[in-house]
């Protein structure tokens, strides 16, 4: 725990030393540039809830990878595993003529399925065509990367109209509410807290999290068990990829309102890293999730504000992320 | 334990007490604050800058008016980042206008409208205006680019040794249609009227890259499209795009010898990146139509409308008065500028229309019969490319 | 040159590794170093060797204090070590690796050397083999080759015959006598008190982490055997041999790929009751037959029929073998069986609770206490596997076992363990389970496979080339089949 908190502390001092010294050289006011990252994601009831609607994928997109990294499984497909989900989703919402709450229901669990089945499909190709699902990850994320473009621009374009930048927006009735005043669907934290409570219990209190852990140590054991690691294997990926899928489904639905080709917009990638940041315990999921999420959401205001090159907002989040894995690097070496 | 308890709470706490600070807002009496949402770089020597500037301009001319702004406004740049959200922005910091620059915002401008019923918006080359259900705070603003892009086709035409001419397009929709269909049309007239070439011997190829810009694994690359172009005969390349790559290219080729030429679109100082492979470039000019909306909110006087600003044929240059024009570059030979001249005269006294029948669409079917003339609003919603274009229509 | 440990302990956090050892191994001697498993000799010579600290004491080379807290400065003062498994790189030939760490020298230069060094000792190698083509003895003799070329004055041998061949071994005795002769400390690290006989004109035995024991030659086993274990260990005597019931394992003209050698022709029945010894040098094919019945490998040609039920190929295999009362248990316990981050509750509950969605914290901590009473494992349920000791972790392996297990499959169960727990669990073995079990372990001591199995099966190069009631059967008759010789051949 104390171990913890330092990095915690040291993280952040590395953080901020290194990003004031990538603001100095571009010339900026260090201080005020805080300031605005701060204000931008914390001064009103609004930004703070722009920043829990970024927070609601990271969490679920992080939730869904803590069962794959029990089992010692890097899920780095979880970017097109949202994809999916959004695509599934939005195959539903297409469908006329159902009642709307009805086919969100639907939309709900076809993304989840679309989801898992993608993962799944990484994990088939580990667990059957020995192919490392680091490798499989990628490479499905690059189909279903072609296949959303695909579907954008062929069969789902906007009538008369061949835009990569996204499907036509779906009926109101198919947003999900939020309350007034708010910028995040309540649905959307609701089900993200539903799914961090699932699965800390399903991680800690059931046989699965228990069977996930086995395998992630020792999978030539796990068979001395009777624990079959390919199974377990695709099971673990299957719920990482279906919580994905509902972030994919809460991107689409809660978001965007449209499928957009950037619909996962990067939120797999950067649960990774968070993830791993965290030491996979989930109690610092949330809290690590809602940082990135606000960084995300603050940094907005440089290009805005102080009419810094909007790029600078993306060397920020890698210094982040360059960090991270220092610390990770140094934790590994104690 | 209870550290991490302490730790989520600590959390809280300081948000909760930064929910109660007070939102921060520099709005005075006789500032007027209005926001710039640009799809793409502000310094893109195209649409977007040609959009930046005009804010500039306001700004010099209006007094007490101050632009905010944020550029690249795209999921592919800025992934999570939705155009509400950057309204909700924009008007905490006292914007009382927003100006969004992309047909791409469409969707997102009508929602943010829908959310600030008391902030202003000027949605560019939309037609949510037309529609009598949308938000009475939503007005759409476009300028007759038909002109230019006449004008372009007209000078790529002259210019052009293979009669083989190559259109750069963005994506597919009504107002790039229109668009590649009044190049085309520009350049057919010079071809045959002009040139008096035969019609069957002038090529005119259409490559749809999928978006505005060049959006790496996404769109094609403008870059490498270009290339293909020159690479195949095609001599002259049109931009349809909003940044310049296919008047980088040409410069490229240019320099390794081969006798080609681009025209770029948007920016009036778009040449300046390659001014000898510049045969001129038809632009935009933001600022009457800026100035007319805002001019308007400051009176009271603001009202739903549909604005398709064109050129003021008598002072095309002048960027306080003409919304479209065409700018010279260093490659048009001087013949071709006095034969533009009069063409850009001929289609501002109406001598010349080209969007007259007899005219078939792409698929052979009957746009306009003999001697008549399209409406606006049929050239607004031109539903596909017109015959002896070469290039997909959706 | 003398080396001189001056009262040298270790301590590992909490652990006493080594408590005040001194000794001296003189010039020109060779000086033995013997104790059982975990007795601190590996520690004593990493501390020489520079690749770990000493917390107390210091050490002097010829009389003068040497700073080694590193490997390259040992090295640099000339101390080389040999160690159990080559450290070579196995894709490079031989003349390669023998060139690693030398002075610069010209090819020829090195071929020259390798040569002379070769025949001085009389060893036979090419020097254009790659590494990985050679039996460990071999390269082994290329190890102590390129040390010697790299002229050290203190070599440190680590269990050098292990995994040679009995030739080879002729081939090292000499070899190292030679180079004591020359005026090389040598230092040998072993548990085979013959060798160290053979070899040492010292002694010194080391008991959980002390001296307990120096002595110049000639040796008196018990002596020795009272300082290594603080007793002679008496074995139990062997039990009675057991009543052989219907056939539970068959296995028919298997052939099949793993270890060095595979397996071959292989035709073996094991009927109720029996125990069952495999005998062989490392890597003869012993493990590969015991993967092949727990069904955690397929064969590639024959069949492996199980009370009746042939497996099936491929992964679900073992679960059938499971299902078939059969039980397996690795040699490497942390690596192949245990999981070393979790405790020992939640291995119960991995091993018991099938089916159940939840865990089961109460039930499986009380049925994870009734092991730790039964089984006396040193450890609570919330221990993690790698807390425990290697004895304490075999224990824990035992009482994981389906108590319904007919068939029990152990390879080298005794594997690190002081000859008490060895005992212990043999003892359990044989008392505490039905007495129609069967069980086929492996084991690379003779004596343990003689003691406690009714029948010896030798593997030889993935042959089997002895079947025999141990009664049927001698010493003599097993050494030679296990390096190769048929009865009745030279």
């Known amino acids: 725990m104390k171990k913890l908190i330092i990095d915690i502390l040291l993280g952040s001092l590395l953080v901020f030393s290194f990003t004031s010294l990538v603001l100095l050289i571009a010339g900026a006011p260090v201080l005020d540039a805080f300031k605005h990252i701060w204000l931008g994601a914390f001064a009103s009831s609004i930004k703070i809830s722009q920043v829990l609607s970024v927070w609601v994928p990271l969490t679920l997109c992080s939730c869904g990878l803590l069962f794959t990294f029990r089992a010692n499984l890097w899920n780095i497909g979880i970017e097109g595993q949202v994809t999916m989900g959004a695509i599934g989703a939005m195959a539903v919402l297409r469908i006329p003529g159902i009642d709307p709450t009805l086919t969100l229901c639907l939309a709900f669990l076809t993304s989840m399925l679309c989801g898992g089945a993608w993962g799944l499909f990484a994990g088939l190709l580990k667990t059957r065509g020995g192919v490392h699902e680091i490798f499989g990850g990628l490479g499905l994320n690059f189909v279903s990367q072609g296949f959303i473009l695909w579907l954008i621009f062929g069969p789902w374009k906007r009538p008369g109209i061949a835009s990569m930048s996204g499907t036509e927006l779906l009926n109101r009735k198919l947003w999900l509410a939020s309350l007034p005043g708010w910028r995040v669907a309540t649905a959307g934290i609701i089900i993200t807290i539903t799914i961090l409570i699932l699965t800390w219990l399903f991680l800690q209190k059931s046989r699965l999290g228990l069977k996930l852990k086995a395998i992630g140590q020792n999978p030539k054991a796990a068979l001395l068990y009777a624990i079959s690691p390919e199974r377990y294997y695709l099971q673990s990926i299957f719920i990482a990829g279906s919580c994905a899928g509902i972030a994919g489904f809460i991107q689409t639905t809660g978001v965007y309102h449209r499928l957009i080709p950037s619909i996962s917009s990067g939120y797999g990638y950067l649960a990774l890293l968070l993830v791993m940041l965290s030491g996979y315990k989930i109690v610092l999921i949330p809290i690590l999730a809602f940082f990135f999420a606000s960084l995300n959401v603050g940094a907005i205001q440089l290009p805005i504000v102080l009419q810094l090159d909007s790029a600078l907002a993306g060397v920020i989040q890698g210094c982040c992320v360059l960090c991270a894995l220092f610390i990770l690097g140094i934790r590994h070496d104690r | 334990m209870t550290r991490k308890i302490t730790g989520i709470l600590a959390v809280f706490v300081a948000a909760v007490a930064l929910l109660l600070s007070p939102a921060q807002s520099h709005a005075s009496a006789d500032t007027f604050i209005f926001g710039l949402l640009m799809v793409g770089p502000a310094n893109d020597h195209g649409w977007s800058q040609a959009h930046f500037e005009a804010g500039k301009e306001i700004e010099r001319n209006i007094p007490g008016s101050k632009m905010i702004y944020i550029d690249k406004v795209n999921p592919a740049d800025r992934p999570g980042v939705t155009i509400p959200f950057l309204v909700d922005d924009l008007v905490s910091k006292g914007a009382k206008l927003i100006i969004g620059n992309s047909d791409d915002m469409t969707d997102g401008i009508r929602e943010a409208a829908i959310l600030h019923p008391d902030i202003k918006f000027i949605h560019i080359s939309g037609d949510d205006a037309l529609n009598p259900d949308s938000p009475e705070n939503l007005s759409n603003l476009m300028g007759k680019m038909e002109y230019g892009q006449m004008m372009a086709g007209f000078a790529a035409a002259m210019t052009t040794k293979t009669g083989k001419i190559g259109y750069l397009g963005p994506l597919i929709n009504d107002e790039t249609k229109r668009l590649a269909a009044s190049c085309f049309l520009g350049a057919r007239y010079a071809w045959t009227e002009v040139l008096k070439k035969d019609p069957a011997d002038l090529s005119f190829k259409i490559s749809w890259i999928g978006f505005w810009f060049n959006i790496p694994g996404v769109t094609s690359d403008p870059t490498q499209v270009a290339k293909n172009f020159f690479d195949s005969g095609y001599d002259v390349v049109i931009s349809g795009i909003d940044t310049t790559e296919a008047l980088i290219v040409a410069d490229q080729k240019k320099k390794e010898g081969a006798d080609v030429a681009a025209i770029p679109y948007d920016y009036e100082g778009a040449c300046e990146i390659a001014p000898d492979a510049c045969l001129g470039v038809p632009y935009f000019n933001w600022y009457p139509g800026y100035s007319y909306f805002i001019n308007n909110i400051k009176n009271n006087d603001w009202k739903k409308e549909w604005l398709w600003l064109g050129p003021n044929w008598k002072d095309m240059n002048n960027t306080k008065k003409s919304s479209i024009s065409f700018k010279n570059g260093n490659a048009l030979p001087g013949d071709v500028q006095t034969k533009l001249a009069v063409f850009a005269k001929g289609l501002g006294n109406e001598s010349i229309s080209l969007f007259t029948g007899p005219l078939n669409f792409q698929d052979k079917s009957i746009f306009l019969k003999e001697g008549e003339t399209a409406t606006e609003k049929q050239i607004w919603n031109l539903p596909q490319l017109l015959e002896g274009m070469d290039g997909s229509s959706k | 040159m003398d080396v001189e440990f001056q009262h040298i302990s270790k301590n590992f956090g909490q652990v006493q590794a080594l408590t005040d050892v001194s000794l001296t191994a003189r010039s020109s001697t060779i000086h033995g170093l013997i104790g059982e498993n975990g007795a601190?000799?590996?520690?004593?010579?990493?501390?020489?060797?520079?690749?770990?600290?000493?917390?107390?004491?210091?050490?002097?080379?010829?009389?003068?204090?040497?700073?080694?807290?590193?490997?390259?400065?040992?090295?640099?003062?000339?101390?080389?070590?040999?160690?159990?498994?080559?450290?070579?790189?196995?894709?490079?030939?031989?003349?390669?690796?023998?060139?690693?760490?030398?002075?610069?020298?010209?090819?020829?230069?090195?071929?020259?050397?390798?040569?002379?060094?070769?025949?001085?000792?009389?060893?036979?190698?090419?020097?254009?083999?790659?590494?990985?083509?050679?039996?460990?003895?071999?390269?082994?003799?290329?190890?102590?080759?390129?040390?010697?070329?790299?002229?050290?004055?203190?070599?440190?041998?680590?269990?050098?015959?292990?995994?040679?061949?009995?030739?080879?071994?002729?081939?090292?005795?000499?070899?190292?006598?030679?180079?004591?002769?020359?005026?090389?400390?040598?230092?040998?690290?072993?548990?085979?008190?013959?060798?160290?006989?053979?070899?040492?004109?010292?002694?010194?035995?080391?008991?959980?982490?002390?001296?307990?024991?120096?002595?110049?030659?000639?040796?008196?086993?018990?002596?020795?055997?009272?300082?290594?274990?603080?007793?002679?260990?008496?074995?139990?005597?062997?039990?009675?041999?057991?009543?052989?019931?219907?056939?539970?394992?068959?296995?028919?003209?298997?052939?099949?790929?793993?270890?060095?050698?595979?397996?071959?022709?292989?035709?073996?029945?094991?009927?109720?009751?029996?125990?069952?010894?495999?005998?062989?040098?490392?890597?003869?094919?012993?493990?590969?037959?015991?993967?092949?019945?727990?069904?955690?490998?397929?064969?590639?040609?024959?069949?492996?029929?199980?009370?009746?039920?042939?497996?099936?190929?491929?992964?679900?295999?073992?679960?059938?073998?499971?299902?078939?009362?059969?039980?397996?248990?690795?040699?490497?316990?942390?690596?192949?069986?245990?999981?070393?981050?979790?405790?020992?509750?939640?291995?119960?509950?991995?091993?018991?609770?099938?089916?159940?969605?939840?865990?089961?914290?109460?039930?499986?901590?009380?049925?994870?206490?009734?092991?730790?009473?039964?089984?006396?494992?040193?450890?609570?349920?919330?221990?993690?596997?790698?807390?425990?000791?290697?004895?304490?972790?075999?224990?824990?392996?035992?009482?994981?076992?389906?108590?319904?297990?007919?068939?029990?499959?152990?390879?080298?169960?005794?594997?690190?363990?002081?000859?008490?727990?060895?005992?212990?669990?043999?003892?359990?073995?044989?008392?505490?389970?039905?007495?129609?079990?069967?069980?086929?372990?492996?084991?690379?001591?003779?004596?343990?496979?003689?003691?406690?199995?009714?029948?010896?099966?030798?593997?030889?190069?993935?042959?089997?080339?002895?079947?025999?009631?141990?009664?049927?059967?001698?010493?003599?008759?097993?050494?030679?089949?296990?390096?190769?010789?048929r009865e009745g051949t030279p």
């Open chain 3, 40 to 485: 601190g000799k590996s520690t004593l010579m990493k501390i020489l060797t520079g690749y770990q600290s000493k917390s107390s004491g210091s050490i002097l080379l010829d009389g003068v204090e040497a700073q080694l807290n590193n490997p390259s400065q040992a090295s640099n003062l000339g101390i080389g070590m040999l160690y159990q498994e080559p450290m070579d790189f196995p894709p490079l030939t031989v003349l390669e690796n023998f060139s690693l760490g030398t002075p610069r020298q010209s090819r020829q230069e090195l071929h020259f050397a390798l040569k002379t060094l070769s025949i001085r000792f009389g060893f036979d190698l090419d020097p254009d083999l790659p590494v990985e083509l050679l039996t460990v003895g071999e390269r082994q003799q290329i190890e102590l080759l390129r040390l010697i070329h790299c002229n050290i004055k203190v070599l440190i041998l680590d269990e050098p015959t292990t995994g040679i061949s009995p030739a080879q071994k002729e081939a090292l005795f000499p070899a190292l006598k030679q180079l004591a002769a020359d005026g090389l400390t040598i230092l040998l690290v072993s548990h085979k008190l013959e060798e160290v006989a053979n070899l040492c004109s010292e002694v010194t035995v080391l008991r959980h982490g002390k001296l307990t024991h120096h002595t110049a030659a000639p040796f008196h086993f018990p002596k020795l055997l009272t300082a290594m274990f603080g007793f002679v260990p008496k074995r139990k005597d062997k039990g009675s041999a057991r009543d052989k019931g219907s056939p539970i394992l068959i296995c028919k003209n298997i052939e099949a790929s793993g270890e060095r050698q595979g397996l071959h022709q292989c035709d073996i029945t094991v009927a109720e009751g029996e125990i069952i010894g495999l005998a062989g040098l490392d890597g003869a094919g012993q493990s590969t037959f015991l993967r092949l019945a727990a069904g955690l490998i397929s064969p590639d040609q024959g069949k492996v029929t199980l009370f009746n039920n042939s497996l099936p190929h491929g992964a679900k295999a073992y679960i059938r073998a499971q299902e078939l009362h059969t039980s397996f248990i690795p040699a490497d316990r942390l690596e192949e069986s245990l999981f070393a981050g979790i405790s020992l509750r939640d291995h119960f509950s991995l091993r018991e609770e099938h089916g159940m969605f939840w865990q089961s914290r109460t039930r499986t901590r009380q049925r994870t206490e009734e092991a730790i009473t039964t089984f006396s494992i040193k450890g609570t349920p919330e221990d993690l596997a790698e807390d425990l000791s290697g004895g304490n972790q075999q224990r824990l392996l035992l009482s994981l076992l389906n108590r319904n297990s007919r068939l029990i499959l152990l390879e080298n169960p005794t594997r690190g363990l002081d000859i008490q727990s060895g005992q212990w669990i043999w003892q359990h073995l044989r008392d505490e389970l039905s007495p129609d079990t069967a069980i086929i372990f492996s084991s690379p001591e003779l004596d343990e496979i003689l003691h406690y199995s009714d029948r010896i099966i030798v593997f030889h190069d993935g042959n089997i080339v002895l079947d025999s009631a141990v009664a049927d059967t001698s010493h003599g008759a097993i050494a030679a089949a296990m390096t190769g010789m």
